[in-house]
């Protein structure tokens, strides 16, 4: 579903990211995780064209996106879930949710899609006509996610979902992507809470300095010296 090959990004005259290579096969769940300033969300806005690379390729569904404008790159079946989570505070739930769903194959079956995302956290469809700005920090990320899966994405990125919340509803977010990939969607976790992401994900990448430094199947990685060195100082 997603391949990326040696990807590099700079922020001014600061190297972000340095020849990265990852993959997300179809239906996997697959979690990038390392130390404040790897650069994790650098990584995620690169695949989305939110940060354009200065080299290197990103393939989705086995097209070349690397240069496909950061606004079409939805048609080929991206959706992101930024850091912070982003919604539209002054909107309703209703209405931040409709504004997923803007993508030509997702207009048509809004409805559909909003009964799954209902379904999914019924929290939200409790607080439909109620403004997104008056909701918890842990309602907000249900309805950034239930805005991005409007929009019938093949391949999910999260963008630091448990960032900020507390631990219960931690809990809830990651069950909720749990369900998100039994659904079979390829989904690009970016987390530094290791734990939980190596839990749910197959496979998993450690970005050190903007190098994958680590990598392989979650239970491997977790056992990794290297991992409880650079992200959990053990």
């Known amino acids: 579903m997603l391949e990326v090959r040696e990807l590099e990004a700079f922020y001014g005259d600061a190297q972000a990211l340095w020849g990265v290579d990852l993959d997300v096969a179809d239906g996997e769940t697959v979690s990038v995780t390392g130390p404040n300033g790897a650069g994790k969300s650098t990584l995620v806005h690169a695949v989305a064209r939110l940060h ?17 404008p950061a606004h079409r790159v939805c048609a080929y079946g991206v959706a992101v879930v930024p850091e912070g989570r982003r919604v539209f505070p002054h909107m309703s739930v209703y209405d931040n949710l409709c504004l997923g769903a803007y993508r030509k194959g997702a207009r048509s079956v809004h409805k559909t899609e909003l009964a799954r995302v209902y379904e999914l956290f019924p ?19 249900m309805l950034a996610i239930g805005r991005a899966l409007m929009a019938r994405p093949r391949l999910l990125l999260l963008d630091e979902p448990s960032l900020g919340l507390a631990p219960v ?3 809830e977010v990651f069950e909720a992507i749990q369900a998100v990939a039994g659904q079979g ?34 239970a491997e990685l977790r056992a990794s010296a290297q991992l409880r060195r650079s992200v959990l100082g053990l």
Do not use: F, K, P
């Open 185 to 218: 969607v390829s989904i690009l976790l970016v987390e530094q809470d290791v734990e939980r992401a190596l839990d749910i994900s197959s496979r998993a990448y450690l970005l050190v300095e903007g190098r994958v430094v680590a990598e392989g199947a979650a």
């Open 169 to 171: 509803v931690v809990d």
């Open 52 to 68: 354009t690379a200065t080299r290197g390729s990103v393939r989705v569904g086995g097209v070349d996106v690397s240069r496909v």
């Open 123 to 141: 929290r939200l469809a409790e607080r439909s006509g109620q403004l997104a700005g008056s909701l918890s920090g842990g309602e907000q990320q």
